[in-house]
């Protein structure tokens, strides 16, 4: 399956370098010429001399950039266009599996999951201050719009501290009332990281818990999807607090946070829930291993959905 479709994502790529070439003659004839370059090289044919013959090539990779350029033509248009660039699509990586393929394992098990559509349309771009109120006052003593900039701040600059060192990357604690844009961030989260090769994890808490218990009682194990929660680069954990609270959602919370906590692995928590209320509901140590992994952040405002059906933003 995934083969089938590498397979023609390599053709497509063939199909678009041929009729480009077709459609555009002097590229083809820089393109012959590197072509018989390359021949000379491989035969290494009469005085072949190194040097000279990178200058050449050089010479006319130029050329053709300067065309692709002034013909509007991407640089990479020949390039197979893979969903992963990591693994090109292979689902594997360094002998190893792609957080490509563990995140569609996972939303293969989950009913309903749609995050790929959201994926794609909720990021930092789309996301705007305007939903927020400029004058009316947060507890905090600022604007609910100065806070949101606040938060969507903080949201960036864990994408840049991820990119930067996963490790060192403090975590986030995203909370307020439903409907203030906790998902939007987390897709954008998600979004601005899977541009930059990084694929993160993102699981509703709830899907994960009762996906969780229902291997749990068929007897084909919880175990690797705990494993996936748990050592998944990066986590971006929505709405937790909206799942059945149980001994079991507990105790996997904490196993899940604590092990990232431990080895200083990143991780985004939503949810509606106040830190206080984490404390009171899933305990003590589920709320002191929140806050050593993560800084709060807080939205505050009206739901934002109803603004963005006015401004035509669904
Ligand atoms: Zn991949």
């Known amino acids: 399956m995934l083969e089938a479709k590498r397979q023609a994502k390599l053709v497509a790529a063939r199909q678009r370098y041929e009729q480009t070439m077709q459609k555009h003659p002097e590229l083809w004839a820089i393109e012959s010429k590197l072509v018989e370059l390359y021949r000379q090289k491989v035969l290494r044919e009469g005085n072949f001399v190194l ?3 990178e200058e050449q090539v050089a010479a006319l990779q130029k050329q053709r950039n300067q065309y692709l350029r002034q ?11 893979w969903d992963c660039p990591l693994c090109q699509d292979t689902g594997i990586f360094q002998g190893q ?8 394992l ?9 995050l ?3 994926l794609r349309e909720q990021t930092f771009d789309q996301f705007s201050l305007d939903w927020y109120s400029a004058a009316r006052k947060t507890p905090l003593g600022n604007s609910e719009r100065e806070q949101a900039a606040a938060v969507l701040h903080v949201c960036q600059a864990f994408v840049a501290a991820v990119m930067e060192n996963p490790r060192d990357a403090s975590g986030i604690f995203l909370t307020g009332q439903s409907g203030l844009g906790k998902t939007f961030l987390c897709s954008a989260i998600c979004h601005s990281l899977a541009a930059n090769n990084i694929v993160p994890l993102y699981i509703v808490f709830s ?17 690797d999807l705990l494993a996936m929660a748990r050592e998944a680069p990066v986590l971006i954990l929505d709405d937790l607090g909206a799942e059945h609270v149980t001994e079991y959602a507990i105790s996997r ?31 003590q140590r589920v709320f002191s291993r929140v806050i050593e992994a993560c800084q709060p952040a807080l939205l505050y405002g009206t739901d934002i959905r109803s603004q963005q059906r006015r401004l035509g933003i669904s």
């Open 207 to 223: 899907d994960l818990i009762s996906d969780m218990r229902a291997s749990f009682q068929h007897d084909s194990g919880d175990a």
């Open 253 to 283: 919370l904490f196993d899940i946070i604590n092990y990232r906590r431990n080895e200083r692995l990143p991780m985004v928590i939503s949810s509606n829930l106040t830190l206080a209320e984490v404390e009171r509901i899933y305990s």
């Open 106 to 114: 996972l939303e293969s098990r989950f009913r309903g999951a749609h």
């Open 51 to 53: 040097a000279a013959w």
């Open 116 to 118: 790929p559509t959201r």
């Open 97 to 104: 599996m792609c957080n490509c393929e563990r995140q569609r």
């Open 71 to 81: 013909h509007k033509i991407p640089l990479n248009f020949a390039e197979p266009q």
